[in-house]
């Protein structure tokens, strides 16, 4: 099938980066959740932005690819490589960023940071990023926490985007990050957000103001 993403670079993408539970089809050439990403990036064109939490890095890639094509920016990815059954709060995370190759995102403006996310915070602490994306801690006080940490590093008009949050799917990674995504906007009216139903669920939000 040709479509627009139906290329040999979206395939070694799929192939290479574990792209799971994002609404991606590699035969169809369909990015799903990723291509969203993909779009917001390549319209508001950040010098920096953030992905928290990856299995393998499917999306911090297309994340990269974006700002790559753009011609500027980078993206900071942050991964506090848990192992499931070994490591609290892991949320079925393998471990795989802690024996991770130096150049997992060979030829992408990906600066990989092995750390939870408030660790990477407390020594960043001058980040300002034009578009967020977490799929971390999936607890409700975790997925709140990382809202947070990240909102407050958000100018105006950025997005912080958010993975897991159809919690209509019962599924029981959902439940946490649909509730914090609700309390979170609840506290912030000003908020404008969209949210997509489509399983695992995808929560946008952007931020007002002057």
């Not at 094509?69 to 942050?78: E, H, P, S």
């Not at 960043?124 to 407050?152: C, F, P």
């Not at 439940?175 to 489509?198: C, D, N, Y």
Request: with cysteine.
């Amino acid at each position: 099938m040709k479509t627009l993403f139906n290329t040999d670079e979206l395939r070694r993408i799929f192939g290479k980066y574990l792209a799971t539970h994002h609404q991606q089809d590699a035969d169809t050439g369909s990015l799903g959740f990723a291509g969203i990403h993909y779009a917001f990036l390549r319209v508001l064109k950040p010098m920096r932005a953030l992905a928290v939490g990856s299995a393998k890095g499917f999306i911090p890639a297309v994340m990269g690819k974006a700002l790559a094509d753009n011609g500027v920016g980078a993206l900071d990815f942050v991964d506090a490589g848990y192992k499931e059954g070994v490591d609290a709060n892991a949320w079925s995370g393998q471990g795989f960023w802690r024996d991770k190759p130096d150049d997992w995102f060979e030829g992408l403006p990906v600066r990989t940071f092995v750390m939870t996310f408030e660790e990477f915070c407390a020594e960043a602490k001058s980040a300002i990023w034009g578009y967020a994306y977490i799929d971390s801690d999936h607890s409700r006080e975790g997925t709140s926490r990382h809202m947070t940490l990240a909102w407050n590093r958000l100018p105006a008009g950025a997005i912080l985007s958010l993975h897991d949050t159809d919690a209509a799917s019962g599924h029981p990674s959902t439940q946490g990050p649909h509730a914090a995504v609700k309390e979170f906007l609840e506290a912030v009216p000003s908020a404008s957000a969209v949210a997509l139903s489509a399983f695992p669920g995808l929560t946008l939000i952007q931020k007002q103001g002057a």
